[in-house]
């Protein structure tokens, strides 16, 4: 579920409690309805600029409460060249994927579409590590490709507790 309503919720409590602190200030009248309606202007501005933020990618240094997160699969990424570099991220144990966008670094872009091109040349996924710290050990790799899985191993006929003898082999 979504905290976009719970978020919203709050602003319009908050909001709410500073229109009637407003009002209920000692005031002219001018000064309570312009600030009534600057409260009724609030509601549909906030509401439009919240949903707005919802297409859009967060930048990975606003993530606060999935920051200690380990490790996340990368289910599709873009490089806006000079720029930054967006990812579709499912981290492990959330419900839905996020998007993200880091902030441009070469390397880091290169890392990435080495690690989606092998993941597409052999039928895997790709990962990343520690997606949220702005880690700077360039001797890690922050996106790899999984492995292939392993083979399944081969089935060996079971032995059988009687063997088969041609009639004309037995003594």
Known sequence: MSSMP??????VVLASALGTIALWAPRRLAAKLGALGVFALFLPVGFAGWSDLLSRPKPIAFEWLQAQAGEANVL???IDEGER???WLQLDGAAEPR???LPWDRDRARELQEALRSAENDGTGVRMRLPFEPSLDPEQPRFYALP?????PKDLPAPSAKRFIPPEQEV
């Not at 719970?6 to 602003?11: D, G, N, Q, R, Y």
């Not at 292939?148 to 399944?152: E, F």
């Open 148 to 152: 292939q899985p392993a083979l399944p």
């Open 76 to 78: 599709a990424g873009t």
């Open 99 to 101: 998007a993200y966008e």
């Open 6 to 11: 719970v978020i919203f919720a709050a602003t």
């Open 85 to 87: 570099i967006y990812v």
